[in-house]
T-cell receptor, first 112, second 117 residues
Framework: DAKTTQPPSMDCAEGRAANLPCNHS???????VYWYRQIHSQGPQYIIH???NNETNEMASLIITEDRKSSTLILPHATLRDTAVYYC?????????????FGTGTRLKVLA | GAVVSQHPSRVICKSGTSVKIECRSL??????MFWYRQFPKKSLMLMAT?????????EQGVEKDKFLINHASLTLSTLTVTSAHPEDSSFYIC?????????????FGPGTRLTVT
């Protein structure tokens, strides 16, 4: 079962910041949080990941709460091309193998 | 980022035939690859974990005799859908783990759309 919960959908105005929340209250101390997005009929695209500290790259920022029970993906200036389903994933160690179990994701629609 | 390819991108086959889908890591070696299945407007469902040189580990409810996985090299894993039926029609996506960093990022292929008639 997925260890994450996300709102099913969100809208964001073009040019504004998109803040996508994710709850992962059962996360363990050494489990990473990953964010991917999937544009229709394509493979998921890696965005960012983190463990404890906030992270930033050319695509987005990841804010992880101090207790690590939730995180927020921030797209600083959303464009129409950012319309996609965004998945927050916690990597799980099972029987000696890491697995990435997808939850239902958030369908982000960027509006012109 | 690391690149993963899949072939074919689309395939249509007749009921009862078998279809092989290839997943390749193009610029890195992947000891672990994953196979997912996705139905329309649904999330990705993990089918199996493929480890180079050993048998795949299947998720509960996935028939290993139906979905044959082979990971013969560090850059290639194959999924064969045997005796395909219309209910096997789906979007199949593979991914490979990049172990160049400590966080083991997963990179996905573009997916293969299988239609069984």
């Amino acid at each position: 079962d997925a260890k994450t919960t996300q709102p099913p959908s969100m809208d964001c105005a073009e040019g504004r910041a998109a803040n996508l929340p994710c709850n992962h209250s059962t996360i363990s101390g050494n489990e990473y949080v990953y964010w991917y997005r999937q544009i229709h009929s394509q493979g998921p695209q890696y965005i960012i990941h983190g463990l404890k500290n906030n992270e930033t790259n050319e695509m987005a920022s990841l804010i992880i709460t101090e207790d690590r029970k939730s995180s927020t993906l921030i797209l600083p200036h959303a464009t129409l091309r950012d319309t996609a389903v965004y998945y927050c994933i916690v990597r799980v160690l099972t029987s000696g193998t890491y697995k990435y179990i997808f939850g239902t994701g958030t369908r982000l629609k960027v509006l012109a | 980022g690391a690149v993963v390819s899949q072939h074919p991108s689309r395939v249509i086959c007749k009921s009862g035939t078998s279809v092989k889908i290839e997943c390749r890591s193009l610029d890195f070696q992947a000891t672990t690859m994953f196979w997912y299945r996705q139905f329309p407007k649904k999330s990705l469902m993990l089918m199996a974990t493929s480890n180079e040189g050993s048998k795949a580990t299947y998720e509960q409810g996935v028939e290993k005799d139906k979905f044959l996985i082979n990971h013969a090299s560090l850059t290639l894993s194959t999924l064969t859908v045997t005796s395909a039926h219309p209910e096997d029609s789906s979007f199949y996506i593979c991914s490979a783990i990049f172990t160049g960093t400590q966080s083991y990022e997963q990179y996905f292929g573009p997916g293969t759309r299988l239609t069984v008639t």
